[in-house]
């Protein structure tokens, strides 16, 4: 008996670990090319500070990960065993299907309070440091913003093009000023220029060299009726574009997403004295969020026993296959719960749970009947 258990317990750990290694690698790559890839590709965030980043970002795709990888491992892991007649001869010696799944209960429940430990703190502060992080790393040499034949629209209320650039030098620059609607309200082009940062007043200081400008009407410069131009020329003229509007995002207040369980449960405090009852509504359905994706390692571990007999399938593309297919039912259904985060009577706290007691219940259904047989 001990020897199955200890057999089962390394092949699902292995199984385990090496899925949660290949599902880490493909979340942060995901999120690599959903933020941070397009500041590289511009030159405004150096590789080092990149790869960093990534690093930074493994706790957070790890809460993730952990559930998708210990459901793959035991599709993988039974599911060979089940091809290869391995099951049937453990449970023709007189050992229960309950007896063989105790060290998966056992690692289901690991897999829990490792979870736990990770959506309440090291995953909410790796997103936090990451969204922080790039800004930071940007900041630190703010003039790779300005890249030669790109547009850079990060400045609010302009839009930069330089047609080259020699360190801090600048030729054929033009830059357009808008209004709150977006449209052009002023418009200055350079044969060249300068620019420099200034750490006091943390702005981008430009200095235009034979140059025009055209200004149009405040009131609508779109019309052309109302919108004589006024155009100006200059052999010099200094801007200064400043920085603080383009990091104020990693300053402001932290998301829900982004905060610690002490710092939820200070931040639904104070909710709850101010008697915001809809917010406070909404850091409980984050507290109960964390909770329930912890414990639906549990679940899908539960259900993946039954799955992985009836299929009997060792190809790891099969089990790979199905993995997913419960993984995203569950976060559809997750997700679909959180739609009523703005209707605090309908208790959306306590409707994120049904995802685990809708797998936990099929689970034990399913893994009930593969037990009589």
Known sequence: MKVVHRYILSQVLIAALLSIGLYVFVLVVGNALRGAVGLVAAGQLPWIAFFKLLVTLLPYVFAYALPLGFLTAVLLVLGRMSSQNELTAIRSAGISLYSISYPIFLL??????????????YGPKAKSDYRSGIAMAVQENPLRFIQPNSFVKQFPGYVLFLGSR????????????????????????AREG???????????ILTLYNGSGEKKSDKDPEDPQSNA???????????????????????????????????????????????????RIKT???????????????????????LALKTSRSETYFNIAIALGLALSYYFLMIV????????????????????????????????????R
């Open 166 to 189: 020699e360190k801090d030098k600048v030729s054929d620059f033009w830059i357009w000023e808008l209004d709150e609607q977006n449209r052009v309200k002023l418009f200055v082009k």
């Open 229 to 279: 131009l006024l155009t100006v020329f200059f052999k010099e003229l200094t801007i200064q574009l400043p920085l603080d509007a383009i990091f104020a995002a990693a300053r402001s207040e932290k998301k829900l997403s982004m905060m610690t369980l002490p710092e939820l449960i200070e931040h639904r405090e104070m909710l709850a004295e101010q008697g915001r009852y809809t917010e």
């Open 194 to 204: 300068n620019f420099k940062y200034d750490e006091k007043a943390n702005a981008l």
């Open 108 to 121: 289901a429940m690991l897999g829990a309070c490792i979870a736990l430990w990770i959506n309440f703190y």
């Open 284 to 306: 409980q359905l984050q507290i109960q969020k964390n909770l329930a994706m912890a414990f639906s390692v549990i679940p899908l571990m539960i259900i993946a026993i039954p």
């Open 337 to 372: 719960m959180t739609w009523f985060n703005t209707k605090p009577h309908l208790r959306p706290d306590l409707l994120v749970w049904l995802p685990n007691i809708v797998f936990l219940i099929l689970g034990i259904s399913l893994f009930l009947k593969a037990a009589r």
